[in-house]
């Protein structure tokens, strides 16, 4: 189920869908009394941290708008952002936290919570988004949409520490048994739906207004749509085409214009082949 469920294929909307559904693909986490060590949560620190990463790194053209991110305002103070659309390097983060809490297992619990958080709205709105359109989108050069989700993102997190804050008392050295509910109950902040509701409802009605004008999907989508769907039709293919039906009529192709062939030898249309080739093989392959 895509993460926008009711929206068709590229971005029209289904007359009678009555709500985008959230994706519910996290877990509130099982751990024992003693279990959450600070070794345990700088495991876990790590793990939704380079999730993040590897969510960004998938789309190839996000190195672009990362290189563009600016700062997000944690109580108080702006910090930089490493990975679109709100990823916070961990050393940034830490010593920020460090100076509220001076505590380095609080410091953890606060930074495992806050980077759960950060990953599923992450998610939310990098795989929602491309899972909506179905296509290669021109990320890069639609700043409508990745400017609010940006804004949008940073909003979220600023507002996410702070009911983390509330929760925390600084005078208190907490103890993974004596402490272990509310410990667990900031651990889970991170993956509770109620504290996405704001985000997931805005990111909605974002995502509904490019879905409902075509011009606007055109600029997402760039004209990489277009390319594809010449490509396929050149080889006499469907975009639902196995890699194998490609290879074949590649092949098929290929014997009409290549030199080694001996037929009707046409270096430009070689060269025309080869390009849609890759386009082909882009889409294919993901």
Known sequence: MSVFDCLDRYGSYKKNYKYIFFNYDYKIEKVVV????????????DI???????????????????????????????????????????KILENDINKLTNRSYLTKIIMYSFYKFTYYISELSIKGVQDQFQDYI???????????????????LENFFEVIMREVNFKKNYDSFNDHSWIKNIIDLGSKKNLYDAFYDKLKKLIEDIANNPEKVNNLLGNKREEKQDAYSYFGLSKNCSYEDFKKAYREMSKKYHPDFGRNPDEKEMMKINKLKMIIEEDLKG
Not at 34 to 45: A, F, P, T
Not at 78 to 88: N, Q, R
């Open 34 to 45: 003693g279990q959450i060590s600070e070794v345990y949560l700088e495991k876990q620190i």
């Open 48 to 90: 939704f941290y380079n999730r993040i990463v590897n969510i960004s790194n998938s789309y190839k053209n996000f190195s672009n708008l990362d290189s563009k991110l600016g700062q997000i305002k944690i109580n108080g103070k702006y910090l930089s952002v490493l990975k679109f659309p709100c990823l916070i390097p961990k």
């Open 138 to 156: 021109e990320w890069n050069n639609y700043s409508e949409l990745t400017d609010n989700i940006i804004r949008l993102s940073n909003t979220s």
